[in-house]
């Protein structure tokens, strides 16, 4: 394994360097009576958000919580702060610190703890080639790092934006599953979707009209492999053609439908992907489909047999109504051609690096929204695996206690069966959403 450059300067770097604008920014009005400091739109501003996640995990042996106790718990604190500002008409940028501190009562290894409700990649980091983390604490049953996830520059031109720099990419409109979203996508079970890791890009925005237009982003990143020898580092010298994308995109508003074509090279192969969303009388109907061609694949590690990457098709289709009363339907059908519900060892490897969505051949998505009130929404999702019959239902309530004060509460039950043994590192799993611990979660955020 490579040896990886030591940043330990970076951080403490750039607080003594953001020390002398927070101190001046004190005579900058404030944008609001909840911003920090200075304002957005113009040369500098300064906000950010502070949430507090409660976790308690009834693991009864599910992978990968292996420890004495059957029930856990786990505590996590983010702070993010958000620099932004617009120097010029044609000029912006965005910075975003990230401080989180965690603890638990069960081992965190590497913050293997920290994938919890996170996006479906796990602890895969892609598309980045700068390391700009720095780890504070480590230790057993504590973790905590600081890092910058966003760093960058927006340029407008007459003909388009080219933004440089960590950003966040979205592309997709599904919800449970984005197979066009190849850019950290959220998982099916992701409770909070406030905000997406960034990637390491140059993206460039070019309008045709006022619904249609051409986006292109090129990210680098390393091959980061799955064997003990083979887990590349995030130095800019790792980055390779294997773990780099270079994908076009195609948009376009026809008959009241919005339409996208996308296709070019992504993590570990090909992909050509189209997607179309509108609505068939009092029904939104959205539908998504990519084909993935893989290139020269790591072996998965033994005693599985089989690549990490196979040539596979993944599609969704999804259809939606709000009723006058308020309340929300949506239900999307997962075809997912990389999902190998008869070898789930494997396809529980796939899914922990991001090789696919889910590790079921077919799912389907349930979801349910109602306004109580202004202040009070509650949401019911509920996921069912119909190659092997297992599912994760998922009932949360969002209060909002202050205009910029919320509170969620929730909770994440799976059913199926358990893992039955292990050998060595690897469960035998028995079942999509049955290796799942099940999951009670209280957050609370504010935004300043």
């Given amino acids: ?70 029930i856990d718990g786990l505590s996590q604190t983010i702070l993010r702060l958000t620099a932004s500002g617009r120097p010029a008409q044609s000029l912006s940028y965005e910075v975003h610190w990230v401080q989180s501190v965690t603890a638990a009562t069960e081992r965190i290894s590497g913050g293997s703890l920290l994938t919890v409700g996170n996006t479906s990649t796990g602890n895969v980091l892609r598309y980045r080639v700068l390391d700009t983390s720095w780890t504070v604490l480590n230790e057993e049953r ?34 449970f599953w984005n197979p066009l979203d190849v850019f950290f996508p959220f998982g099916s079970s992701q409770f909070d979707r406030d905000y997406k890791p960034g990637v390491d890009a140059l993206r460039v925005d070019i309008p045709f009209g006022p619904f249609s237009g051409f986006n292109l982003v090129g990210a680098a990143g390393p091959k980061i492999g799955i064997g003990p ?22 948009f376009a508003n026809r008959w009241g439908w919005d339409f996208s074509l996308q296709a070019g090279k992504v993590f570990g192969g090909l992909q050509v992907g189209v ?45 939606g109504h709000r009723f006058e009363s308020g309340l929300s339907l949506d239900f999307e059908y997962l075809y997912n051609g990389s999902g190998d519900p008869n070898r789930l060892d494997a396809a529980l490897v796939r899914t922990q690096f991001g090789a696919s969505l889910q590790m079921s051949r077919h799912l389907t998505g349930l979801s349910a929204r109602y306004e109580f009130s202004p202040l009070v929404t509650g949401q019911v999702a509920l996921v069912n695996s119909l190659s092997d019959g297992s599912a994760q239902l998922q009932p949360l309530v969002n209060i909002s ?24 590192t690897l469960p035998a799993v028995q079942s999509e959403f049955g290796t799942i611990p099940d999951l009670f979660f209280l957050e609370w955020k504010y935004y300043f």
């Fill in 1 to 70: 394994m490579k040896a990886r450059c030591p940043r330990h300067w970076l951080t403490p770097a750039l607080t003594w360097l953001m020390l002398p604008v927070l101190m001046w920014g004190g005579a900058l009005p404030c944008r609001s009576a909840f911003a920090l400091l200075g304002d957005g739109e113009k040369a500098f501003g300064l906000d950010g958000s502070i949430r507090t996640l409660f976790f308690v995990l009834d693991r009864d042996g599910t992978y990968p919580f292996s420890g004495r106790n059957d």
């Fill in 275 to 319: 997607g179309a969303v509108g609505d068939w009388g009092p029904v939104q109907i959205r539908a998504e489909g990519a084909q993935f061609l893989s290139m020269s694949s790591d072996p998965l590690p033994a005693p599985l047999q089989g690549d990490l990457f196979n040539n596979c098709f993944v599609g969704v289709i999804g259809l």
């Fill in 401 to 424: 206690l202050a205009n910029e004060m919320d509170l969620l509460i929730g909770m994440t039950l799976n059913f199926g069966p358990s893992p039955k043994s292990a050998s060595g």
């Fill in 142 to 175: 504590a973790f905590s790092t600081a890092s910058m996830d966003r760093m960058n520059v927006k340029t407008s031109f007459g003909w388009g934006d080219v933004t440089l720099g960590r950003q966040a990419i979205t592309f997709g409109k599904t919800y």
């Fill in 229 to 250: 020898g083979d887990i590349g580092g995030n130095d800019p010298e790792d980055a390779s053609w294997y773990g780099s994308a270079l994908l076009g995109r195609l």
